[in-house]
């Protein structure tokens, strides 16, 4: 194994340094003794103790066992020969031939190879370092000292003259292996949050992901589905366009025939005509008033057909032509209807969602400012009070109206046609939304302010004139303003959504609220000198 492949094998996952006091869980990861011990430590409070490693959990706190033998690797560990000569630092007191360095003595400004290093002074003065030649950083720069204590007022390495007599004096310090340690611990800790924090990122990254895939396989099934449909639609019209040309080709035959065989009676009718008329002037051109005379009483046929009109067959074949000689086209226009309704239909079954067409409005909700059409599909504004009687399910403060039918399952989609002019809300509510009330902004004797008018409550939702979301007195704007005036509405109930769409061109995704219905929800409308149409 080459050397940077070991060192990686004796790394703590923890700290990322060489193992210090290795020990290792029934798992079978080693970890330095501090680091497990303060990883430890911050998951008492959780009653679960689990390896950083591999996420194995334990019910009680792990008993942790000395790895002798990487204590002894580590020990026993130093850089290769050709690492050594790497760093360009020999021995100081290798003079006949260059031996690499294994340390560094601060004290002395000296490099230490293997040998000379056994026999150096182990006293605190002398402290050793890996191999350097930059001694001007490890001693201080005003006494040249050896730098050896840390303030912890001033956050400095500091030496011993420094902490005496120098700006220093009178400060808390701590040797720097001390301080180091200290610093240590809240390295790990900070790693250990660090850990934690990236542990936690990852897993929001994996989710985004699983949802991105859930979002592509969603998009290859919905075109998947859509072609699908719009082939098989395509080949309806396809089907219904040689059934109709099929209808035109066999009414032009049939015409065509009525007419060719009238021209063929009629050529003959014409030759005879002429028949009758040379001989007729052949007996005119006479000159013998017997012949004449004569010709004319053998003939008599001859002139009482020029007396006579046209003949039975030209008649009764004229009105034919009069009452069959044109295409019907209201027949083909109903082969036309029936075809799209039938296509229609099947469309309807393919798609997401299913198309209300029977909304309609709910007179004896409706406000005594609020018209409704005959056709309960319309709701206007007017100055003039209806004098409805007076019903529970009336509202009283409001120009609103809800629909009579509500939606309790199912996905279901319904568009408005809505005035250019004054304030408008469409939407949906409870139907244990409050009728009665103040007007907006006055609060009755009781403190209590007015809650129903449509999205000043928790039960209901809509859009409104101003392009915004009203749901519980809070205002959301859906800039830009709008731009035309139909707005289609999507319900999802089981799925708690509830989606409004801009029916311009192309259609602009308004607004979508997610929540989970409790109760079925009603059609809402507000008309404020206003007026709001539903088309579907």
């Given amino acids: 194994m080459e050397s940077a492949d070991l060192r990686e094998e004796l790394t703590c996952s923890i700290c990322l340094s060489i193992y210090t006091d290795p020990v290792n869980l029934s798992c079978g990861h080693n970890f330095c003794l501090g680091c497990i011990e303060s990883v430890l430590g911050t998951q008492e409070g959780s009653g679960v103790y689990t ?9 009680t706190k792990p008993k942790l066992q000395r790895n002798i033998t990487l204590c002894n690797i580590v020990r026993n560990l130093h850089p290769t020969q050709s690492e050594k000569r790497e760093t360009g630092i020999f021995c100081t007191y290798c003079i006949h031939s260059p031996v690499p360095a294994a340390k560094s003595c601060l004290m002395c400004e000296a490099s230490l190879c293997d040998s000379h290093l056994r026999v150096h002074s ?3 003065e002398h402290v050793l370092t890996e191999p350097t030649t930059s001694w001007g950083n490890r ?3 005003k006494h040249k000292e050896l730098i050896k204590y840390y303030c912890t007022e001033d956050a400095a390495c500091i030496c011993a003259s420094c902490s005496l007599v120098g700006e220093h004096r009178g400060h808390q310090v701590e040797l720097l292996n001390e301080a180091s340690e200290k610093k240590k611990k809240k390295l790990r800790h900070f790693l250990q949050k660090l850990t934690t924090k990236r542990e936690k990122t990852e897993k929001r990254v994996q989710s985004l992901q699983e949802h991105r895939r859930g979002v592509q396989e969603k998009a290859a099934g919905v075109t998947e589905r859509l072609t699908a449909l719009i082939r098989d639609i395509r080949k309806q019209l396809e089907d219904l366009e040689k059934r109709v040309l099929s209808e035109i080709t066999r009414q032009q035959e049939q015409v065509l025939f009525t007419i060719s065989d009238l021209i063929q009676q ?3 009718e014409k030759d005879e005509l002429t028949r009758k008329m040379s001989h007729i002037e052949k007996l005119y051109n006479m000159t013998d008033p017997l012949t004449v005379l004569q010709e ?3 003939h008599r046929d001859d002139f009482c057909g020029a007396e006579k009109g046209d003949n039975e067959v030209t008649q009764r074949g004229d009105k034919q032509v009069l009452a069959e000689g044109d295409l019907d086209e209201g027949l083909i226009s109903v082969t036309v209807y029936r075809g799209l309704t039938g296509i229609v239909t099947d469309i309807k079954k393919g798609l997401y969602m299913q198309v209300t067409s029977d909304i309609l409005l709910d007179i004896n909700t409706a406000n005594n400012y609020v018209i409704v059409s005959d056709d309960l599909k319309t709701a206007s504004y007017t100055d003039i009070n209806q004098q409805r009687p007076d019903t529970p399910e009336r509202f009283t403060c409001y120009s609103q109206v809800l629909s009579t039918r509500s939606f309790s399952s199912g996905r279901h989609y319904w568009d408005v046609e809505t ?3 004054g304030h408008w809300c469409v939407g949906v509510c409870y139907p244990s939304m409050v009728r009665t009330g103040n007007y907006s902004g006055i609060v009755d004797n009781s403190g ?5 008018g449509i999205g000043d409550n928790d039960k209901s939702w809509c859009v409104d004139s101003d392009c915004a979301l009203l749901h519980n007195t809070i205002c959301t704007s859906l800039d830009p303003p709008l731009s035309c005036d139909r707005v289609g509405i999507l319900l999802d109930y089981e799925a708690g959504r509830l989606s409004f769409y801009e029916l311009c061109d192309p259609i602009r995704h308004l607004h979508t609220v997610t929540t989970t219905f ?8 507000y008309v404020n000198n206003a007026r709001v149409k539903i088309m579907c």
């Avoid at 209590?448 to 129903?452: A, L, M, P, V, Y």
């Fill in 51 to 59: 390896c950083p490693e591999c996420r194995e959990t334990f019910n």
């Fill in 122 to 124: 182990k006293s605190e």
């Fill in 139 to 141: 001693k201080c720069s």
């Fill in 266 to 268: 009629l050529e003959k």
């Fill in 296 to 298: 004319q009483e053998s």
């Fill in 419 to 421: 005035s250019n002019s």
């Fill in 448 to 452: 209590i302010g007015d809650n129903s």
């Fill in 518 to 525: 409790t109760e079925p929800l009603h059609v809402a409308f």
